[in-house]
């Protein structure tokens, strides 16, 4: 493999043409969701004051491949195919036998993988005849993302952005203000939730579940508005998959198989958009990698959760998910990998896990952050907080295979660009970072609320 490019582009080929679901593909389905009230598996109808009936259908499709509209498509362009990149410096540094690979998904307009699903969520709205869309964002990723994707299509967008990250990230608040975007700290005072949350804690710094809560609430009380999600909902891992299929492809075209996959965890879209792909071949015989998802220390819903029902946002809106969760009242830390703040794990996800089909593990920020100098150092690229997650563990596997002499082949996506997130890696620099331990104590007294489903 002395040869081949460092740079692998699909110039030859075409943006996949369809999203893949991996639903039809495992032995059993997944527990379905539950209405809060009725504790009864919920029907689509349920779900149409919140999600356009296309979504709806999308969520619950039995079909392995749907068709990505032509409209979406040419808003991909933009941006996708996306490089496949081999991190032949970073090896270096390592002293490493095993070839490294990473999927870039930092050229996306805001930054991130998060418009692979931001956009076709637009679209569905914009055609159903949709006038806004709210959402949350924790790291601002998604809020940015779906801000510009409601400026393709002529929406009104309005973010509930979780207060730690709000104040540490003033540029991401920008950049969604500048495609056109409202934004609110949250909890904010917009909100009966959020007014609730201030009242009882001035100095809240909120949570993905409170901000799923409010951008709910505003959502259900008007019916020119739906909520758009940036993970967790099948149909987000299913627009997402467009990263695997893509690497898939580009492998190929270097004749390499991977041997190890490794992803950030934290609603799970990213995780699973580059995972899916690969685990449809495992399951069908074709190759044999192992997946392992990374998450925070500070968030640990795969490695330190239960596998139970629970609310996918803190007030207890939404219907009832069967997932790895924390608890719906647990808040997190404010650590800096905002977008994994998440008491909770994709259902989807959850589920694959829970039959043993993917691994975990969970890092700490300093040493995540670590890995972030070591590839911007060597790739030249700063990534954002949330994949150095992954770049961690990719990098503790090649110094194991520097030891045993293993030439592994290591799969990963480097799923933001780290450029609005500078005065983190400052004050990693300056060495006022720390590691929060997560007592036990503080985990089971938020699955000490989970609702009796």
Partial sequence: MANEPTKVLLEESQIPRNWYNILPDLPKPPPPPLHPATLQPIGPDDLLPLFPADLIAQEVTRDRHVPIPEDVLDVYRLWRPTPLIRARRLEKSLSTPARIYYKYEGGSPSGSHKPNTAVPQAYYNARQGVRRLTTETGAGQWGSALAFACAQYGLACEIWMVRASYDQKPYRRSLMRAYGGTVHPSPSAVTTTGSRILAEDPGCPGSLGIAISEAVEVAGGHDDTRYALGSVLNHVLMHQTVIGEEALEQLAMLGETPDLIIGCAGGGSNFAGLVFPFLREKLAGRMAPVLRAVEPAACPSLTRGVYAYDYGDSAGFTPLLKMHTLGHTFVPDPIH?????????????????????????????????????????????????????????????????????????????????GHFDLPAYEGHLAGHLEDVPLPQERIDTALAQLPAA
């Fill in 337 to 417: 990998a905002g977008g994994l703040r998440y008491h909770g794990m994709a259902p989807l996800l959850s589920h694959i896990y829970e039959l043993g089909m993917v691994e975990a593990v969970a890092k700490n920020q300093s040493e995540c952050f670590k890995a972030g100098l070591r590839f911007a150092r060597t790739e030249g690229i700063v990534p954002a907080p949330e994949p150095t997650h992954a770049l961690a563990e990719t990098i503790a596997e090649a110094l194991r295979c520097a030891e045993t002499g293993e030439p592994k082949v290591i799969v990963t996506a480097v799923c933001g660009h």
